[in-house]
């Protein structure tokens, strides 16, 4: 990388007056700029990641309850009509 942080850029800007400049630009700040800004990228993708995971993780563990308070129920449902005792429906929000 210490070799590009060397390197120089001409860049010729015309002008119609003097029919062109020449111009000399270091590489050092434009590639310390590209690194912040890709470390900050970088960050920002890795909280954004650590976010979904965490809902994912919040999400699946609150399906997983849902899922086993319906087998609970579905479970119960042949044991009441045998017995002929009163059966508790799940929640409309299952369906």
């Not at 062109?20 to 890709?38: F, N």
């Not at 960050?43 to 086993?68: D, F, N, P, Y």
């Not at 119960?76 to 299952?94: E, G, T, Y």
Request: net charge positive.
């Amino acid at each position: 990388m210490e070799r590009y942080r060397e390197g120089r850029y001409d860049i010729a800007v015309p002008y119609p007056k003097t029919g062109g400049a020449l111009v000399m630009s270091v590489i050092a700040p434009i590639i310390d700029r590209v690194q912040t800004e890709v470390r900050y990228t970088l960050a920002l993708l890795m909280a954004l990641t650590l976010l979904a995971l965490l809902v994912a993780q919040i999400g699946s563990r609150h399906l997983a309850l849902l899922l086993q308070r319906l087998v609970i129920s579905a479970r119960a449902l042949p044991v009441a009509i045998r017995d002929q005792i009163s059966w508790i429906a799940p929640p409309k929000f299952f369906c």
